[in-house]
């Protein structure tokens, strides 16, 4: 048994007994605010248990309540100011979810900061950002030291600047060197008794959260406490999370949304995630309910069931972050027959868009990945084939050069979607417009996915269709309901690609414009391409398609060290390639000779299925190499 912060005495996942049914339907998707709502939530479910770390202690509701208005208190006593930014680097464990609400309770924005980005990259986020104070783990102030620096580069730890900021600095975790001597101790905050009056507002930005970009242009989404409060209520209710459920996951917006739903949230050990250790974490699920996995965490989670692990026998698993294929479907039904699968469908801009079970999705003909119906409030159009949404979940905006949120930001000087009658998207909203670029007008955002909506059918269910859907962008072809079943009149949505180039791997978003143009000026690299080659559970190989300058010394022969060396400095350490292709061109297609990119990934999955020509490097990290040219490997 472990005592939380009130002395009340809890079992190892926090376990008090059955609970009744919601006391509320948490599905509208109605605009609130995500700190209020929480702190109600900590009072209405006050002796339940809330948040277990993976050390095992647990703290009820009421605790975390407290914690968090300490925390806030304490912040304001400091100095901290409403509408302050926190560059946030702190593992998700309950010391650090307690410190970022409290920021949120304190009138602040908390900054998600990407360990192992380039530094270019994070020092041009960084600078839009602005951010008054940073939190990180004391180990990443260690990191930038001498001596040190470049082994947490290699492993991905490294946070540029860390030490240097002039700001205020707040830690987790015991004082390491290299650490400012004002930082403040995070835990310390949270046990200051303090107390703070905390209202609704749901238009004060809470979140910023980078996706992609370039250095010249970062691509930062910013969100309200009241789009954040509509995206957690929406997800609750999508998945159906009740009172006193436990949800085992260390995704930090799933965690968010259990509590808001006065769930109960434990947390993986950081050593034994499913990559690492799978059959530590399928023990870890044992008396969950609910669980988020990425697809590729899915497969590893089934092999350790196979292989003799016990089924946790959990209600549901949530997947998203990648496509979810049919395989990964029959896999799991063969190997958790009592757990449901649930896919979700969303973006960081506007997050969830739609939720479906595996029986729907297995049922849909195809073409294109049924990723199931809007939830409610969302809306959606298809304008020039790419796939337009709003909803009360939607994001403020992008922010611009000044570090506010625009709806100017994302268009880099391009004219940006215009809202037709109604404020529906026009379908001049993607003229003139990079394809692969998503818009946002205030209302509509336009998606880089191409997409098809299915209309539900007269009596509510989204119908099966047996026409073949049309091709984007072109009239007619309507799908024509073959069937219908009991559910909601909102449409479904069927995607048939990305008209961008990123690549998802696990959990890992992944845009190779950040390193190709990198890759490229290297001496021994004439061309460079980043792609993303699906296997059977969803998940995608990365590959770096190379074609190589020769060197005349060497014969005419490509040398591969040279070549590796560039993928290995010039790459992050998260978007590190599964594998390289050497090829004597790339091709290209139209009169203006473009990079023909599908023409790229179908010759990479040719190669793919053959034996390697050879490998590079030695042991975990030897790179399988497939070449149409003669290389040197000394």
């Known amino acids: 048994m472990t005592a939380d912060a009130e002395g009340a005495a809890v079992g190892p996942h926090g376990e008090v007994g059955t609970v009744g049914a919601h ?56 100095g901290f100011s409403p509408g302050d930014r926190v560059q946030f680097s702190i593992r998700p464990q309950p010391r650090g979810i307690v410190f970022a609400l409290g920021v949120v309770a304190a009138g602040g924005v908390i900054a998600f900061a990407d360990l192992g980005v380039a530094e270019d990259v994070f020092a041009a986020r960084r600078r839009r950002i602005g951010p008054n104070h940073v939190a990180a783990e004391s180990v990443l102030y260690s990191a930038g030291l001498p001596g040190v620096r470049r082994i947490a580069r290699r492993a991905g730890i490294l946070l540029p600047g860390l030490r240097e900021h002039t ?12 650490m400012p001597r004002h930082s403040a101790d995070v835990e310390a905050l949270a046990a200051r008794i303090g107390k703070i009056e905390v209202g609704a507002e749901p238009d004060r930005l809470c979140l910023l959260v980078s996706t992609s970009g370039t250095t010249a242009h970062p691509r930062i989404v910013a969100h309200s406490r009241g789009s954040l409060d509509a995206a957690m209520q929406l997800f609750s209710g999508a ?9 085992h996951s260390d995704q930090f917006f799933l965690g968010l949304a259990a509590l808001c739903a006065g769930a109960h949230w434990s947390m993986p050990a950081a050593a034994a995630p499913p990559r690492k250790d799978p059959a530590g974490f399928v023990r870890g699920l044992r008396g969950a309910q609910v669980s988020f996995l990425v697809p590729a965490d899915v497969e590893l989670v089934t092999d350790a069931i196979a292989a003799g692990a016990p089924d946790p026998r959990l209600r549901s698993i949530i997947v998203g972050a990648a496509p979810v294929t049919a395989s990964l479907l029959d896999t799991v039904a063969q190997t958790m027959p009592r757990t449901r699968v649930l896919a979700t469908y969303g973006m ?123 091709t984007p962008g072109s009239p007619g072809g309507t799908p024509e309901p073959s069937g219908a079943s009991a559910g909601s009149h ?57 074609v190589p300058r020769t060197h005349e010394s060497a014969g005419g022969t490509v040398r591969l060290p040279e070549i590796a060396e560039a993928l290995r400095t010039r790459i992050d350490h998260d978007a590190q390639p599964d594998a390289l292709v050497l090829l004597p061109a790339l091709p290209t297609s139209g009169r203006s000779a473009k990079l023909d990119r599908p023409a790229v990934r179908r010759a990479v999955a040719g190669l793919l299925g053959l034996v390697p020509t050879t490998w590079v490097g030695a042991g975990a990290s030897a790179l399988p190499v497939y070449s149409e040219l003669d290389t040197d490997e000394g």
Do not use: Q
């Open 348 to 470: 960081t801009e506007v997050l969830p868009i739609a939720v479906t079970d595996a029986a729907d999705k297995l049922a849909h003909p195809g073409p294109g990945d049924y990723v199931g119906r809007l939830l409610p409030g969302v809306e959606a159009r298809v304008v020039r084939g790419r796939l337009a949404l709003r909803g009360p979940n939607m994001m403020v905006g992008y922010l611009d050069a000044e570090g506010e949120p625009t709806t100017e930001a994302i268009s880099e000087g391009a004219p940006r979607a215009e809202a037709g009658a109604e404020g529906e998207p026009t379908t001049e909203a993607g003229a003139g417009h990079e394809a692969h670029t998503p818009h946002f007008d205030g209302t509509w955002l336009l998606t880089t996915d191409l997409a098809e909506l299915l209309p539900a059918a007269p009596g509510g269910a989204t119908p099966r269709t047996t026409a073949t859907p049309r």
């Open 167 to 178: 700001g205020g600095h707040f830690h987790a975790g015991p004082r390491l060197p290299g």
């Open 490 to 546: 909102r449409p479904g949505v069927v995607l048939l690609g990305r008209s961008g180039d990123m690549i998802i791997r696990g959990s890992t978003n992944i845009y190779p414009g950040l390193y190709e143009p990198a890759l490229a000026a290297h001496p021994a690299i004439s061309h460079a391409v980043l792609v993303g080659i699906s296997d059977d559970f969803g998940d995608e190989r990365v590959v770096a398609v190379v």
């Open 23 to 78: 006391s509320e339907a948490r599905t509208t998707g109605a605009r609130g605010d995500i700190i209020v709502r929480l702190l109600a939530a900590c009072e209405e479910f006050a002796d339940r248990p809330a948040i277990t770390g993976a050390d095992g202690t647990t703290w009820t509701f009421k605790s975390l309540g407290i914690r968090i208005r300490n925390t806030a208190a304490a912040l304001r006593d400091r």
């Open 239 to 247: 998945v159906d999370i009740a009172p006193g459920e436990r949800v």
